[in-house]
């Protein structure tokens, strides 16, 4: 394993925790009132956006996984099936969340908006990765499934970001009466805690466990 490649991780990987840090910095310099509990859901849409730019762009720029030269209909072809594959993540996290015990018809913005963050932290990563390939998604999600290191940063993070969600459904039915206890700020909290906490210890945890990391093309 290369140490230029880990560093070269390490790199993104704080590019996409800064761009989350700025998120909640920049927009309060440019919009009056904004904070990220008072104007939760705008917090939603722009971390979406962001994180989510920032990802493609890294992807484009760093090529983690270098496929073959393909024609511009299939380029097309791929980003559409992209696009096709995020939205229903945002569904099938809807419906998973709601299944969980998010309101059904009473909060449907704030809970498809935290879907759409959760899949940016998840889904978007996968498909700028591994592209729509479903059977690319189920071997890194396997044991032992990763082939490099960027796979393995991928499977760090997207459990990570879903743990995050998970934890921070905890203390909604605690009866604090907190700000932040409203839906689904402490999850969307939690995510985001998760997807950045998820950032920083994939490539240490890789660097700490290089010599016994072997990757093997399939």
Same mark, same amino acid.
């Given at each position: 394993?290369?140490?230029?490649?880990?560093?070269? &991780?390490?790199?993104?990987?704080? *590019?996409?925790?800064?761009?989350?840090?700025?998120?909640?910095?920049?927009?309060?310099?440019?919009?009056?009132?904004?904070?990220?509990?008072?104007? !939760?859901?705008?917090?939603?849409? +722009?971390?979406?956006?962001?994180?989510?730019?920032?990802?493609? $762009?890294? !992807?484009?720029? *760093?090529?983690?996984?270098?496929?073959?030269?393909?024609? *511009?209909? !299939?380029? $097309?072809?791929? %980003?559409?099936?992209?696009?096709?594959?995020? %939205?229903?993540?945002?569904?099938?996290? !809807?419906?998973?969340?709601?299944?969980?015990?998010?309101? &059904?018809? #009473?909060?449907? @913005?704030? @809970?498809?908006? %935290?879907?759409? &963050?959760?899949?940016?932290?998840?889904? /978007?990563?996968? /498909?700028?990765?591994? #592209?729509?390939?479903?059977?690319?998604?189920?071997?890194?999600?396997?044991?032992?499934?990763?082939?490099? $290191?960027?796979?393995?940063? *991928?499977?760090?993070?997207?459990?990570?970001?879903?743990?995050?969600?998970? %934890?921070?459904?905890?203390?909604?039915?605690?009866d604090w009466d907190r700000p932040w206890q409203v839906w689904p700020i402490s999850c969307s909290f939690g995510a985001t805690f998760g997807?950045?906490? #998820? &950032? $920083?210890?994939?490539?240490?945890? +890789?660097?700490?466990?290089?010599?016994?990391?072997?990757?093997?093309?399939?």
């Amino acid at each position: 394993m290369k140490e230029v490649e880990v560093r070269r &991780l390490f790199a993104a990987n704080l *590019l996409c925790v800064f761009s989350v840090v700025l998120t909640a910095v920049v927009p309060a310099f440019l919009w009056d009132g904004f904070t990220v509990l008072g104007t !939760h859901l705008a917090w939603l849409c +722009i971390c979406s956006v962001c994180v989510g730019t920032v990802n493609v $762009i890294l !992807h484009l720029v *760093l090529r983690p996984n270098r496929s073959k030269r393909s024609s *511009l209909a !299939h380029k $097309i072809s791929r %980003f559409l099936k992209c696009c096709i594959y995020f %939205f229903m993540s945002c569904l099938v996290f !809807h419906a998973i969340i709601v299944l969980y015990g998010a309101p &059904l018809l #009473g909060s449907v @913005t704030e @809970t498809f908006l %935290f879907s759409v &963050l959760l899949s940016t932290f998840t889904t /978007l990563q996968c /498909l700028c990765m591994l #592209g729509p390939n479903i059977q690319a998604w189920i071997r890194v999600f396997s044991k032992h499934g990763a082939m490099s $290191i960027w796979e393995s940063s *991928l499977q760090i993070t997207t459990v990570c970001s879903i743990l995050g969600a998970w %934890f921070g459904a905890f203390p909604i039915p605690l009866d604090w009466d907190r700000p932040w206890q409203v839906w689904p700020i402490s999850c969307s909290f939690g995510a985001t805690f998760g997807y950045v906490a #998820g &950032l $920083i210890i994939a490539p240490l945890w +890789i660097h700490w466990n290089r010599k016994q990391l072997t990757y093997k093309s399939r």
